[in-house]
């Protein structure tokens, strides 16, 4: 054989000794991750104590957070699906502990919208937060030029304090009832309907 490495030494590795060019390399490298690693914390922080956009790795936290409120009887439950679907829907509060509220803004048709899947992580219910997460989704319907919204609710005080009126639940259309179908309180439903009027209400941003 003319080969200058033998069969059995033909596996091993070449040792190359390590020049100053690998070295930067590698420190730079080593560097670059670093760097990353301190963005990408810096930027899951900012993600948080905010009232914000989902993510959608963090529908199935929002769905365990639906579900201890939806087993109280406080809101529906909402399947995976349904979650993913409407995730455009929601905004949600975050903080160390993982989803501390969550909302969604329901359009039903083109004057009309409903608040939905309202809920605060018991520890952190009394801070305004659940104020916020409202507002959110408030100045979204301002700013689609949604004339008025409404919500069912257990807690009218809650809506009444941000100028919601409870208001009888047949002057509602029909069509915002469907959901109800699947209510294990169907149809004996103590749920309260109330509405906000959003025509003539500027952007909170003045716009
Ligand atoms: C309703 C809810 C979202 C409010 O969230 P929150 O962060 O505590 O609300 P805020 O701190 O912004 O506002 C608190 C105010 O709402 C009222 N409020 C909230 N929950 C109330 C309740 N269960 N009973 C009576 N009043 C209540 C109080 O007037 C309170 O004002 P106060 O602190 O001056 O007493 C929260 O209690 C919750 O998740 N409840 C369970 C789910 C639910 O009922 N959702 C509404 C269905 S649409």
């Given at each position: 054989?003319?080969?200058?490495?033998?069969?059995c030494?033909?596996?091993?590795?070449?040792?190359?000794?390590?020049?100053f060019?690998?070295?930067?390399e590698n420190m730079?490298?080593y560097?670059?991750l670093h760097?990353?690693?301190?963005?990408?914390?810096?930027?899951?922080?900012?993600?948080?104590?905010?009232?914000?956009k989902?993510?959608?790795?963090e529908?199935?936290a929002?769905?365990?957070?639906?579900?201890t409120?939806?087993?109280e009887?406080?809101?529906?439950p909402?399947?995976l699906?349904?979650?993913?679907?409407n995730?455009?829907d929601?905004?949600v509060?975050v903080?160390?502990?993982?989803?501390?509220?969550?909302v969604?803004?329901?359009i039903d048709?083109v004057?009309?919208?409903?608040?939905?899947?309202?809920v605060?992580?018991?520890?952190?219910?009394?801070?305004?937060?659940?104020?916020?997460?409202?507002?959110?989704?408030l100045e979204e319907?301002?700013?689609?030029?949604?004339?008025?919204?409404?919500?069912?609710?257990?807690?009218p005080?809650?809506?009444e304090?941000n100028?919601f009126?409870?208001?009888?639940?047949?002057?509602?259309?029909?069509?915002?009832?469907?959901d109800?179908?699947?209510c294990?309180?169907?149809?004996?439903?103590?749920?309260?309907?109330?509405?906000?009027?959003?025509?003539?209400?500027?952007l909170?941003?003045?716009?």
């Amino acid at each position: 054989m003319g080969d200058s490495q033998s069969p059995c030494t033909a596996s091993l590795p070449v040792f190359r000794p390590l020049t100053f060019a690998h070295f930067s390399e590698n420190m730079l490298h080593y560097f670059s991750l670093h760097a990353k690693r301190i963005v990408t914390e810096k930027c899951e922080e900012q993600l948080k104590h905010v009232v914000r956009k989902p993510k959608l790795t963090e529908v199935v936290a929002m769905k365990e957070l639906l579900d201890t409120a939806a087993a109280e009887g406080k809101v529906l439950p909402r399947e995976l699906p349904e979650l993913y679907e409407n995730v455009r829907d929601f905004y949600v509060y975050v903080d160390d502990h993982g989803i501390g509220g969550l909302v969604a803004l329901h359009i039903d048709m083109v004057n009309l919208a409903e608040v939905r899947s309202l809920v605060v992580r018991e520890d952190l219910r009394g801070q305004d937060i659940g104020k916020k997460l409202l507002d959110a989704v408030l100045e979204e319907a301002r700013r689609l030029d949604i004339a008025r919204v409404y919500a069912f609710s257990r807690v009218p005080v809650f809506f009444e304090k941000n100028q919601f009126r409870q208001i009888e639940k047949d002057q509602l259309p029909y069509k915002v009832f469907k959901d109800c179908l699947r209510c294990r309180l169907y149809p004996e439903c103590d749920e309260v309907a109330l509405i906000r009027d959003l025509s003539g209400e500027a952007l909170e941003n003045g716009e």
